[in-house]
């Protein structure tokens, strides 16, 4: 995995889903957009596991702890 397109990859989703927390008028459009760049996130980091021998579960399971981790730091930034 390429350093540079994961923390791309990163920021886009964290900025995106400040965006929809704080969005009044929340749209389809940034729906569309968040779900975009949380699958491309996803992707990324299942590769990543994959090429290391993760098992499926144990993927999804780090999965939702480095989101939860992500996005706790992406909202006290």
């Known amino acids: 995995m390429d350093d540079v397109e994961i923390r791309e ?3 886009v989703f964290v ?3 400040c965006r929809w927390v704080d ?4 749209n389809p459009r940034l ?3 968040l ?5 491309r996130l996803i992707v990324l980091f299942m590769d990543e596991w994959r ?3 993760g098992g499926a579960r144990m993927m ?3 999965y939702a702890e480095y989101r939860k981790t992500l ?3 992406g909202k006290r930034n």
């Open 51 to 53: 090429e290391r021998g």
């Open 60 to 62: 999804a399971k780090a």
């Open 31 to 33: 729906m569309r957009e």
């Open 9 to 11: 990859a990163q920021l």
């Open 15 to 17: 900025n995106l889903e």
């Open 35 to 39: 779900d975009r760049a949380e699958k």
């Open 71 to 73: 996005l706790h730091h």
């Open 23 to 26: 969005e009044r008028n929340r």
